[in-house]
């Protein structure tokens, strides 16, 4: 029976990677795109015209970063992929993978459906215990006209008085700006797309605070043995 003692060793791996990945991040934290004060209502963020009919099915698979504000990630972390995929029909997981300087990284995040039937983007995301669940909403989506999947998206996280498990264990306001991509390398076009709709609707005022990512020389992430889902109830 070691089933407590796996999940107690894929705990501390979640802690440890947590902690490596919030020491490096206090001097490249560039501070919230927005006031700085409160978190926005999912209402008055929501790009209703592409999210109208949203069909969460259609946002599964893998996601690349195109353009993010992450405090929670340090800036030498590049080659990000995000695999989104629904475990349940109330919960879904993130598996983020990432180059962080000589450091693969591999992290189970976890996220739970939007209980608001006419909002479905309204979704919680995080790692707990060491990451409480908060708002990770999805606000814009793009079809695309010969797949099923969507093709862009733009996601956005905000949490007042936000403690974590890891350091900095505390953030008074924790904001992420993550537009997201199918394809690893966006053109120039996309990317002034999307990040001009991440300033329309009002997610980001100062465009030079999102971390432009490219994927030059990013191998196939590799996979870190014993490591799986997080459970959480
Ligand atoms: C994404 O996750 C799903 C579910 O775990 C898995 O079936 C799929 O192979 C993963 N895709 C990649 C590219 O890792
Ligand atoms: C749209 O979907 C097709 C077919 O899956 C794919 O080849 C193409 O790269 C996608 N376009 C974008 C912009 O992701
Ligand atoms: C990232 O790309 C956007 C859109 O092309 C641009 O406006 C912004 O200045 C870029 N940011 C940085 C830090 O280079």
Known sequence: ???????????????????????GTSAARTGPPLDGETCPDYGDIVDRESMQGFDIERYQGIW?????????????CRCDQYNWTITSPETYSNRLTASCGR??????????????P????????GMPPAFPLIPLQIL??????????????????CKKD????????????FESVQIFTREQVASQATLNRLVQKAV???????????????????????????FDEVVYT
């Open 200 to 226: 329309d609707i009002g997610i980001v005022e100062d465009v030079s605070k999102l971390r432009n990512l490219t994927y030059s020389g990013c191998s196939a992430p590799s996979e870190i043995q014993g």
């Open 1 to 23: 029976m070691g089933a407590p003692r796996d999940a107690y060793r894929r705990l501390s791996v979640v802690v440890l990677a947590a902690g490596v990945l919030l020491l």
């Open 118 to 125: 006419a909002n479905p983007g309204d979704t919680l995301e």
């Open 64 to 76: 690349y970063s195109a353009a993010v504000h992450e405090p929670s990630e340090p800036a030498a």
């Open 103 to 116: 450091f693969p990284l591999d992290l189970s995040i976890v996220g739970k459906m939007s209980s608001d």
């Open 162 to 173: 936000y403690w974590v498990a890891a350091p900095p264990f505390y953030y008074p306001l």
């Open 140 to 157: 814009y989506v793009e079809p695309n006209g010969t797949s099923q999947e969507y093709t862009a998206c733009i996601r956005y996280a």
